[in-house]
């Protein structure tokens, strides 16, 4: 039982380039979720997604796509990578909105 | 893993006393409340989680208390060990969304 798993676990872009972050969790979840993590600024939410086929936006969206194709995948897509997109990333996934997050150990990802 | 701690509060406790933390929430609909610990290059680990319909719960070492009443969450460690230094942060949850804290480093000093 793996639990959340991400990859890469870092990478260096430079701007302008394009990318996908993976996510795959285990634990036949419906809900996933993708949140970047900035110093002093806590976990943001990016993207969210209640179940296979869906997806909603969250606190800071903009720069970003993503993919619920299958329950157990939840891909974030950067199209044009810019410096301000410098952070780690984490996904999540939980059974419900009253059950625990279960987080990744995240992507450290630098644009430059 | 190190830059995410800049400019959180620090708490700095001895190894052996308890420690208290504690977190301001924002939505008083919220109806379920989580603590996390993170530390260094790994991602937020659940501690310990609490519904509106209780004040308090009880873990292994550690308790959560909710004072709905002024929006106020705490987690208390008790007997805090080296291995218990780590950015602590709490969640709210409301509709689909988590919503967190910006954390409190939590230092055991020897």
């Known amino acids: 039982n793996a639990g959340v798993t991400q990859t890469p676990k870092f990478r260096v872009l430079k701007t302008g380039q394009s990318m996908t972050l993976l996510c795959a969790q285990d634990?036949?979840?419906?809900?996933m979720y993708w949140y970047r993590q900035d110093p002093g600024m806590g976990l943001r939410l990016i993207h969210y997604?209640?179940?296979?086929?869906?997806?909603a936006k969250g606190e800071v969206p903009d720069g970003y796509n993503v993919s619920r194709l299958k329950k157990q995948n939840f891909l974030l897509g950067l199209e044009s990578a810019a410096p301000s997109q410098t952070s780690v990333y984490f996904c999540?996934?939980?059974?419900?909105?009253?059950?625990?997050?279960?987080f990744g150990n995240g992507t450290r990802l630098t644009v430059t | 893993g190190e830059s995410v701690g800049l400019h959180l509060p620090t708490l700095s406790v001895q190894e052996g006393d308890n420690s208290i933390i504690n977190c301001a929430y924002s939505?008083?609909?919220?109806?379920?409340f989580i603590w996390y610990k993170q530390e260094s290059g790994k991602g937020p680990q659940f501690i310990i989680d609490?519904?509106?319909?209780?004040d308090k719960r009880q873990g292994q070492r550690v308790t959560v208390l909710l004072n709905k009443t002024v929006k106020h969450l705490s987690l208390q460690i008790a007997a805090t060990q080296p291995g218990d230094s780590a950015v602590y942060f709490c969640?709210?949850?409301?509709?689909?969304?988590?919503?967190f804290g910006t954390g409190t480093r939590l230092k055991v000093l020897a």
């Open positions: 999540a996934s939980s059974y419900s909105t009253n059950s625990p997050l279960h």
């Open positions: 634990m036949n979840h419906e809900y």
């Open positions: 997604s209640v179940g296979e086929g869906t997806t």
């Open positions: 939505n008083s609909a919220s109806d379920y």
């Open positions: 609490i519904r509106s319909n209780m």
């Open positions: 969640a709210e949850t409301l509709a689909y969304k988590y919503i």
